[in-house]
């Protein structure tokens, strides 16, 4: 607000009102009607802001009213406060309480809560109180107490915005700051608090699912389950004994007496009874599934789908009697010996005179494929007199640490379930041949000590070699 400045003929002298002086000739200054209703509609508007009723005989109105807005973050209290969704229009009951028009009410459940805030009743279209209709009367933190209503007589709310809204626009949402939560006085075992630390419900609940315990047994779990178990004595099952740790070597089946332990498992698809007599295991019997052949004590078992008798006894004395034409005759076989007899008796030779090696190389990490083949280049220019294959640990299993190094065979494949590696060096390269059994390689784990089948991928082989 301003001096009317813009208005000609007021008559401002300095940009102030005068009086008339007839003695100086001064004219008095005019006051327009517009402009003296508008400075008073200001002050009327700050007066009621801070709901005060106009009067014309109090001069110290705007003072206690501009007092009023600035020192407080409380809003005047309001008749009732809303428990749900309610039509921003007519005299209605909220809470309990029949609001009359002119009652301020606290309106803080609407479906879209950019209308929430508080209003003035009215028989029409309710309108946002004088101290709560523009975004600058709208603070984040403002308390609003309530009078009266069942649930909400004697609250407090607060405005929980955290950045200054734009009313009409921002969703307004209210917290009970002081009131009452609806419990009712007594001893709980749960409760539920809200942020404020204030009980908000209770209850007493009496089994393991009203504490929201999920780790225990009930009594009706338990007791099913010893229902179904057999007496240690021996029982009957009726069903089928399934044994699955979801891996290639199954659990084991024992039969037991003292200092003898005879077992039953399945690895890959390889049924096997094993025995443990004084701590020396055996295999007596294993049978491959797969390859319809039978292992007695590490020896080939024959039967009729895969030998007939009527056509290998006495039919000839030479290999081509037998029309075989895949392996070498005792000529053959005596010019392949002394074609590589010499290079290992050279090797041999180098070793028994404990000569140095002069020559190493370590080949980069291989990949491990059941039944697969790799040709390796070993860079030593020459014959290597010594070679040694390692397993190394990619990712942790049986024990194994990532970075874990194993030394293997090279040349024993275990000729009972096809596993291990075979290596023939010459003068550029390894020559290796993997096993056909999944997993290719066993190893002894770490922890329990037991036999255990590798997976190929969470591990790599790899070479080294001396000439």
């Known amino acids: 607000m301003d001096y009317p400045k813009s208005i000609p003929g007021v008559g401002l002298v300095d940009g102030h009102f005068v009086d008339e002086n007839p003695a100086t000739g001064q004219v008095g200054s005019l006051i327009p009607a517009a402009w003296g209703d508008a400075i008073t509609q200001e002050i009327l508007n700050v007066i009621k802001a801070a709901g005060l009723a106009p009067s014309e005989s109090n001069v110290s109105q705007l003072a206690a009213a501009v007092q009023a807005i600035a020192a407080s973050d409380v809003k005047r209290s309001v008749l009732v406060a809303t428990t749900g969704p309610i039509a921003l229009s007519g005299l209605q009951t909220i809470d309990g ?7 301020r009410v606290l309106v803080k459940n609407q479906a879209n809560a950019a209308q929430n805030w508080i209003y003035v009743a009215s028989a029409g279209p309710w309108t946002r109180a004088q101290d709560a209709d523009d975004s600058a009367k709208c603070t984040p933190g403002h308390l609003i107490g309530v009078q009266s209503g069942t649930l909400n007589a004697g609250a407090l709310w607060q405005l929980a915005n955290t950045a200054a809204p734009v009313l009409g626009t921002t969703a307004l949402t209210f917290v009970l700051a002081l009131g009452k939560t609806g419990v009712v006085a007594g001893e709980f075992r749960r409760v539920i608090v809200d942020a404020f630390g204030r009980v908000t419900g209770g209850s007493n609940p009496d089994t393991l699912g009203g504490y929201g315990i999920t780790d225990a047994v009930t009594k009706s779990e338990l007791n099913s389950a010893v229902a179904n178990l057999l007496p240690k004595s021996g029982g009957t099952v009726s069903g089928s004994i399934v044994l699955n740790n979801g891996t290639i070597d199954s659990p084991e089946i024992s039969w037991q ?174 020559n290796c041949k993997y096993g056909t059994q999944t997993g290719v390689f066993f190893v002894l784990d770490w922890n329990t000590r037991t036999t255990k089948i590798i997976t190929p991928s969470k591990w790599r082989v790899f070479f080294r070699v001396w000439a």
């Open 257 to 430: 007496t003292p200092g003898f332990d005879i077992r039953a498992d399945v690895v890959g698809k390889t049924l096997r009874f094993f025995s443990v007599n004084d701590g020396e295991t055996t295999f007596p019997l294993t049978l491959d599934v797969i390859n319809k052949t039978v292992q007695l004590f590490g020896n080939t078992a024959w039967h009729s789908g895969n030998l007939k008798p009527q056509d290998k006894a006495d039919k000839a004395s030479t290999l081509a009697g037998y029309g075989i034409n895949d392996a070498f005759t005792k000529t053959e076989t005596t010019g392949q010996i002394n074609q590589a007899v010499k290079p290992v008796s050279d090797r041999v030779t180098v070793l028994e005179q404990r000569q140095g090696f002069t020559k190493q190389a370590a080949t980069p990490e291989q990949v491990i494929t059941e039944g697969g083949s790799l040709t390796i280049p070993h860079g030593l220019g020459t014959w290597p007199v010594l070679w040694e294959a390692y397993l190394v640990c990619k990712e942790a299993e049986h024990g194994y640490w990532p970075g874990a190094v194993l030394s293997i065979a090279s040349s024993a494949p275990d000729n009972a379930y096809h596993l291990g590696i075979t290596v023939v060096p010459d003068q550029s390269n390894l």
């Open 97 to 103: 309480v029949a609001v009359p028009a002119g009652a």
